[in-house]
C-alpha cells in the first residue's frame, strides 16, 4: 500500500506570505507527527495527533504555525507570516498508536 | 519534559572499523525505537526495545536497552560505506498516548 505522502515536496515563497503544508498519512494510522529539520540538524518536533485526544503542541516555536487533522487521516501544518528562519524541511510521520513512526518524503521550504 | 540526548554528535570511522552510539533519556522509557536517516533521505525505522537489558541484532548492528530503561546503545561491527547517515534513537515515556521523543542523532560518516 502506499506510505505516508507530503505535497509540495519543495515550496518557495516570499517572507510574510503563508504557506500550506499537507500530510497524507498511512490509512489507519492514528498518531500523526509533524518534525521540522533545518540542515544537518536533528528532528525538531512540532506537533503530535493521536487519535481523539488534543494534540500535543507544545514543539510549536511560535503562534504563526498552527496545525489540524481533520477526520483523522489528512493534516495541514500552516504557517504565518513566513520568515526566513522558517526555511526547513518539514517531515510528517504516521504510526498504530504506540508503534514505528512511517515518515513521508518531506516538503522542502524555502522563504526568501 | 522527556529529553533524550545522542552521543557523540558526529563519529567519522575508517571503512571496517566499528561504532558506536549512545542514547540517554532523562526519565524511564517504556520502549526505545532508533531510525537511520540517509543523506538527502528520511528516517527510516530499524528495531523498538521494550525489556529492561534486552538486546538485539540485525547483522553487524545490535541494539541494547539498559536495565533501568532510560539508556540505548547502538554498535555497528566492520562499518561499511552503506552504513553512512544520521542515527536517531526515539524513546516513548510510560503514561498513556504519550509522544516517542527523537534524540538528537549521531552522524556517522566513513572514510574509505
Known amino acids: 500500500g502506499a506510505g505516508v505522502s507530503q505535497s509540495p515536496s519543495n515550496k518557495v515563497t516570499e517572507k510574510g506570505k503563508d504557506v500550506e503544508l499537507r500530510c497524507d498519512p498511512i490509512?489507519?494510522?492514528?498518531?500523526l507527527y509533524w518534525y521540522r529539520q533545518s540542515l544537518g540538524q536533528g528532528l525538531e518536533f512540532l506537533i503530535y495527533?493521536?487519535?481523539?485526544?488534543?494534540?500535543?503542541k507544545s514543539g510549536l516555536p511560535s503562534d504563526r504555525f498552527s496545525a489540524e487533522r481533520t477526520g483523522g487521516s489528512v493534516s495541514t501544518l500552516t504557517i504565518q507570516r513566513t520568515q526566513q528562519e522558517d526555511s526547513a524541511v518539514y517531515l510528517c510521520?504516521?504510526?498504530?498508536?504506540?508503534?514505528?513512526?512511517?515518515f513521508g518524503p518531506g516538503t522542502r521550504l524555502t522563504v526568501l | 519534559g522527556q529529553q533524550v540526548m545522542q552521543i557523540p554528535q558526529y563519529q567519522h570511522v575508517q571503512e571496517g572499523e566499528d561504532f558506536t552510539t549512545y542514547c540517554n533519556s532523562s526519565?524511564?522509557?517504556?520502549?526505545i525505537q532508533w531510525y537511520k536517516q540517509r543523506p538527502g533521505g528520511h528516517p527510516v525505522f530499524l528495531i523498538q526495545?521494550?525489556?529492561?537489558?534486552e538486546v538485539k541484532k540485525q547483522k553487524r548492528l545490535t541494539f541494547q536497552f539498559g536495565e533501568a530503561k532510560k539508556n540505548s546503545s547502538l554498535h555497528i561491527t566492520a562499518t561499511q560505506t552503506t552504513d553512512v547517515g544520521t542515527y536517531f534513537c526515539?524513546?516513548?515515556?510510560?503514561?498513556?498516548?504519550?509522544?516517542?521523543?527523537f534524540g538528537t542523532g549521531t552522524r556517522l560518516t566513513i572514510i574509505p
Open positions: 510521520a504516521s504510526s498504530p498508536a504506540g508503534y514505528e513512526q512511517f
Open positions: 490509512s489507519g494510522h492514528t498518531a
Open positions: 495527533f493521536q487519535g481523539n485526544s488534543a494534540p500535543d
Open positions: 526519565t524511564t522509557l517504556s520502549n
Open positions: 526495545l521494550v525489556k529492561s537489558g
Open positions: 526515539a524513546g516513548r515515556g510510560n503514561f498513556g498516548n504519550e509522544k516517542l521523543t
